[in-house]
């Protein structure tokens, strides 16, 4: 076996400088970095094949399999980001080529390797798990527990199994934590069970998200059978509760109150909501006193659930083409 330690340690250091250099308000949209580069990229059926650098009359740019899942479409797209930043010309690459698991000794070619690690850092270096765990309010236990491992998943975009590694990679989840979570299969379904409330219907596909309040902020990015859950406290006792928006694009599932047991203390309520429609949604709660809509706290957050891209452009560049042609 070889050993490439020098190799992937610099295509993650070029990583970090490509990030740095596009990043803006602290969030890191590798579609919207992608389409400013100009750096063209088509979905395709592709067949066998997950994705590719290819150069057309003089220029590079990259296949994505179209009906990949959208995690998977998001790290394939990352490492041939690798290829071209990387310079390493064209490549074709199938499920062998693309692997989250980065290893310093492997037969895999380098190319590959280094593709494997840039994407990975690109994604999730270590710096973004610390950003999403203090989001939410994970701490090292919370980072060793698979319920949280999953939750962080939905946040990076990635599998279970892909963010299983990153943490190992990090060194914040051992070696033998790793393998035997990614041992038991069950494991996700369990995560998912946890945090979705009792006698609601639900997708086994569907992927559960238990929202932060500090996440208002950020957009997420979803599928559109996901449901999402927030627990938030609720000074119900003092007249004020939290309102689902009546307006809403979202439907609501599940709606559990808890109040506090004296004059003023605090409570709580936990909504469940999902979206009829695959859409681009804002979805805005208040904390309010019903009777005369004073208003003591608001979040809004921001949810993508259009999921995968489908065949041809980058759902992007669709819309920018369709605003144009209305122009």
Known sequence: MTNYR????EAAKEAGRFKDRHLEG???D???IVDKL???????PLDNLWGGAITVRDQQGILIKADLPKHLQRFTLAHELGHVVLGHGDQVDDECSVNMRVSTDSERPIEEITADAFASELLASRDIVIQHARRNGWGQEELQ???YIYQLSNRLGLSFEATLWTLVGHDLLSQEKGEEFNDNPDLPKECKNFFVPDSIPWNSYADIWSLSEKESS?????????IFVIELEELASSGYRW???????AEKIYDGQSAGEKYGSSGSRKFAFMFPDPGNYNIQFRHMRPWNNEVIEELKFSIDTRGGQ???LPRNRKEAFLQGGMA
């Open 218 to 226: 950020i957009r997420l990015n979803a599928d559109e059978e996901d």
């Open 145 to 147: 527990t698979p319920k």
């Open 310 to 312: 489908e065949i041809g």
């Open 243 to 249: 309102e689902f928006p009546e307006t809403s694009p």
């Open 30 to 32: 590798l579609w919207g």
């Open 6 to 9: 020098s190799e992937i340690l």
């Open 38 to 44: 100009d750096i063209p990229i088509f979905f395709r």
């Open 26 to 28: 602290g969030e890191f």
